[in-house]
């Protein structure tokens, strides 16, 4: 057995944000065939509904593409077709050419969801299978609110579904519907043959094919990673056959044992490719400027990982021991160079034109400067126009202690 090769922090956090499209200066067109290369780079961008100062999935492409409007993916969406929105380890848009290996996820999820779903509905939405497809196939796109008109309705949480839009959802998750467009957030649904004629005519990959793609897709995406790590990638494979992936690829030559240093010093085995320390003194060197993450962005989802690998604990909400919240329910973590210097709490209120900062909380042992002062105020000026505000505007005590 060769020995592990070891990866110090600071080579992980390049290597890592060079991946996942954080070590270069934020630049590029933002549009066509630059935002999606750039969205290849990172296999898919979660949507998040919530519109605090921005969506989820634009903050984290303008994030790396400050000249990026929605406009844009709506393009590569709606449009060109050269995405499709569907699930990875929550609601993503993913490129098309991907779609053939999402069969697998969708048989897997055709038992697997229904079984759940009957559990939790409790009313009987498979027998909606075949209304909901007809009257989609003889009229067209329809969103939940045009199915089941004369059942009853609530104003409660998922599990509340009445049985068409259960139906409605199900039959997207399984790849029969495809959203083909969004009005404001709400999804209307198409024939998946009629959305992505093309993918849809495509042969379907044999179950051991996708695996080891996805399995290859994640690893090179995240540039090393344990076994799980590459599993909840797309969470498409399941965490055994990810290991036994790793285990096979291992023994060919094709990954090696990598000994990864966290922040704190402490080591952490994984795997990556064999060019990994070439790969690493590669990358470059994140620029100093200073960027405004999404709660929801790829370098960020796995709060573990990030917490190894750059000592930022974070959750959306946190509490100290008094039941008194510390944060805000929505706070944005803060990036400059390698580093997350702090979080943000903020809001567009765009009715007086104003981007509303509230709080600001650096890590501890990063000092706010002037130029550091200056570099996060440019940078929420550039937020503020891109969230359709006018200007900043500090609440009284925005600075906090880290």
């Given amino acids: 057995m060769s020995t592990p090769i070891p990866l110090s922090n600071a080579q992980a956090r390049r290597l890592f944000l060079h991946r996942h499209g954080l070590a270069e200066a934020p630049a590029g067109p933002g549009r066509g065939a630059d935002l999606m290369a750039l969205i290849e780079q990172l296999g898919f961008v979660q949507i998040d509904s919530i519109n605090t100062v921005a969506r989820a999935h634009d903050m984290i492409l303008f994030a790396r593409r400050p000249a990026y409007r929605p406009g844009a993916l709506k393009r590569l969406l709606e449009r060109d077709r050269a ?20 069969r697998l996820r969708f048989e897997r999820d055709r038992a697997r969801l229904a079984d759940r779903w ?6 009987g939405f498979e027998e909606k299978f075949d209304e909901v497809l007809a009257r989609i196939a003889a009229n067209g796109p329809v969103s939940s609110s045009d199915v089941g008109e004369d059942e009853g309705r609530s104003s409660g949480g998922w599990w509340e579904w009445h049985p068409s839009k259960t139906a409605l959802e199900y039959l997207w998750r399984v790849g029969d519907l495809s959203v ?6 709400r999804k209307l649904y198409d024939l998946t043959e009629r959305v992505l004629p093309d993918a849809h005519a495509t042969a379907c990959p044999d179950p051991e094919e996708t695996v080891d793609w996805a399995c290859n897709a994640a690893l ?7 076994s ?3 599993a909840a990638f797309f969470a498409t494979v399941s965490p055994a056959e990810a290991k036994a992936w790793c285990a096979e690829a291992l023994a060919r030559g094709e990954i090696v044992d990598v000994v990864v240093e966290g922040a704190d ?28 993450l999404s709660p929801f962005d790829p370098a960020l989802r796995d709060r573990k990982r990030a917490e190894r690998l750059f000592g930022f604990s974070y959750r959306i909400e946190v509490f100290v021991p008094e039941a008194q919240r510390l944060y805000g329910y929505y706070v944005f973590p803060v990036m400059e160079g390698d580093r997350l210097i702090g979080r943000i709490d903020m809001k567009a209120r765009r009715d007086e034109g104003v981007l509303a900062v509230r709080a600001f909380w650096p890590e501890a042992g990063v000092a706010m400067g002037k130029g550091r002062l200056a570099r996060l ?13 006018e200007r900043v505007g500090f609440d009284p005590g925005w600075l906090r202690e880290g």
């Fill in 228 to 230: 799980g790590e590459i």
């Fill in 377 to 389: 105020e440019a940078t929420l000026d550039r937020m503020a126009g891109f969230a359709g505000c």
């Fill in 118 to 123: 009957k559990r939790w509905q409790r009313h």
């Fill in 180 to 185: 083909t467009r969004r009005e404001g957030f």
């Fill in 265 to 292: 010093g402490a080591p952490r085995r994984s795997f990556a490719r064999p060019d990994v320390a070439e790969a690493a003194a590669d990358a470059p060197a994140p620029p100093g400027r200073i960027r405004i």
């Fill in 220 to 226: 090179d995406r995240l540039g090393f990673a344990t």
């Fill in 83 to 102: 995405l499709f929105e569907h699930w990875t380890h929550d609601a993503s848009v993913i490129p098309t050419a991907f779609f053939p290996h999402w």
